[in-house]
C-alpha cells in the first residue's frame, strides 16, 4: 500500500525566513501527483502546490517551491520569505491511478514574529 | 473559499444515533469525494463518486454509505454512531475523475458523538 511519511511533526521558523518541510512516500507506481496542503486553524483544507512525477521541473507558486526527487521518493516544500499567515497543518499527499488523495501525518508550521 | 460546501458546520449527537452530512461541489465539478479527519487515523479517504455513481471505496465502515445526486450534491451518512466516529469530515471534489484531478475541500463538519 503507498504511505507518505512526514518525519517532522512540529517545525518552526522566524519571520521573513525560509524553512523546509519534508516528505518522503512509497508506491511502485511510476506516474502519480504530489501536493502539499495547507490547513490554518480554521481547519479549511488549501491547496498549496501540486507537482506531476513525470515531470522534471520542480514546481513553484510563489513564496512556495518543492524539491521533488523521484528516484529518492522525496517531496519537500521551501516556504521562502515566510510569514504568519503560514503558521499552519501542512500535510503532504499522494495520489496515483486510483484518484484517492493518500496523505501524511501533517507538520505543524509555526512562525516566529 | 474553496466554492465547495458543506452542512451543518458541527454536529452534536449520542451514540447510537444516525446524522446526515451535505456537500454541494464547485460549480462544474463531477467528482466527489468524502474524506475523514482523526486525532489517531489523520486524514483518510472514504468513498468517491462521479456524475452519480459510486467509483471508490477506501475505509469506510460498513454503517456509513453516501450517494450522489442528479443535482450532483452529495450526502454521506453515518448510522450506529459511536464515540470513535467523532471526527472532522471533509468533501472534497474535483472536474472529472481522472487522476490528476485536483481535489478542492470543503470547509469540513465537525461531527461529536456523545
Known amino acids: 500500500a503507498q504511505t507518505v511519511t512526514q518525519s517532522q511533526p512540529e517545525m518552526s521558523v522566524q519571520e521573513a525566513e525560509t524553512v523546509t518541510l519534508s516528505c518522503t512516500y512509497d508506491?511502485?507506481?511510476?506516474?502519480?501527483?504530489l501536493f502539499w496542503y495547507k490547513q490554518p486553524p480554521s481547519r479549511q483544507m488549501i491547496l498549496v502546490i501540486r507537482?506531476?512525477?513525470?515531470?522534471?521541473q520542480n514546481a513553484t507558486e510563489n513564496r512556495f517551491s518543492v524539491n521533488f526527487q523521484k528516484a529518492a521518493k522525496s517531496f519537500s516544500l521551501k516556504i521562502s520569505d515566510s510569514q504568519l499567515g503560514d503558521a499552519a497543518m501542512y500535510f503532504c499527499?499522494?495520489?496515483?491511478?486510483?484518484?484517492?488523495?493518500?496523505f501524511g501525518k501533517g507538520t505543524k508550521l509555526t512562525v516566529n514574529p | 473559499d474553496s466554492g465547495v460546501t458543506q452542512t451543518p458546520k458541527h454536529l452534536i449527537t449520542a451514540t447510537g444515533q444516525r446524522v446526515t452530512l451535505r456537500c454541494s461541489p464547485r460549480s462544474g465539478d463531477l467528482s466527489v469525494y468524502w474524506y475523514q479527519q482523526s486525532l489517531d487515523q489523520g486524514l483518510q479517504f472514504l468513498i468517491q463518486?462521479?456524475?452519480?455513481?459510486?467509483?471508490a471505496k477506501g475505509n469506510i465502515l460498513e454503517r456509513f454509505s453516501a450517494q450522489q445526486f442528479p443535482d450532483l450534491h452529495s450526502e454521506l451518512n453515518l448510522s450506529s454512531l459511536e464515540l470513535g466516529d467523532s471526527a472532522l469530515y471533509f468533501c472534497a471534489s474535483s472536474v472529472g475523475a481522472g487522476w490528476g484531478e485536483t481535489q478542492y475541500f470543503g470547509p469540513g463538519t465537525r461531527l461529536l458523538v456523545l
Open positions: 499527499a499522494w495520489q496515483g491511478g486510483s484518484e484517492k488523495l493518500v
Open positions: 463518486y462521479y456524475n452519480g455513481e459510486e467509483r
Open positions: 507537482q506531476e512525477a513525470y515531470k522534471q
Open positions: 508506491t511502485s507506481e511510476s506516474d502519480y501527483y
